[in-house]
């Protein structure tokens, strides 16, 4: 069962020693990287993804204050937890808090366009494209 963890001291090296596979390392910001810049822009809230007692992964999201909407900004599973389901269950569960949260019309994200098992899955959890592109990557967003 999936669940988001506050990131502590307890849990902190865990969480930096998260790491996707070789392929994968140009389309994700490291959690070190994503630690740091959510100090500096404290609208960023940084998760651990946890089954059960073990850490697979690490999400983050905020609101963003140049367009004053929620974004899904990281989503990282650990290279060993891959291919279990734990992106889908990730997303699916996210989707669920931040609406019983924020009460929210739609939520937005970006992916690299070469990302395309990232793009499959987000396409089967019912985010549409938006035809917008930032920084190089795609944006889909999600309606509720």
Not at 19 to 25: I, R
Not at 52 to 69: H, K, Q, S
Request: net charge negative; aromatic share 12%.
């Amino acid at each position: 069962m999936i669940n988001f963890r506050e990131i502590t001291r307890e849990n902190f090296d865990d969480c930096l020693f998260l790491e996707v596979t070789e392929e994968q390392e140009d389309f994700v910001a490291s959690t070190t990287f994503s630690l740091a810049e959510s100090k500096i822009f404290t609208e960023n809230i940084p998760l651990a993804i946890y089954d059960g007692d073990i850490m697979v992964g690490f999400i983050m999201y905020g609101l963003d204050p140049d367009d004053n909407e929620y974004w899904l900004s990281r989503l990282l599973i650990d290279q060993k937890h891959q291919k279990n389901g734990h992106g889908r269950q990730a997303v699916e569960k996210f989707l669920t808090m931040i609406t019983e949260k924020y009460q929210l019309k739609k939520v937005l994200l970006s992916f690299e366009p070469e990302n395309k098992v990232a793009e499959k899955l987000y396409l089967s959890l019912g985010f549409k494209h938006t035809g917008k592109i930032i920084d190089d990557e795609l944006v889909l967003e999600y309606i509720f």
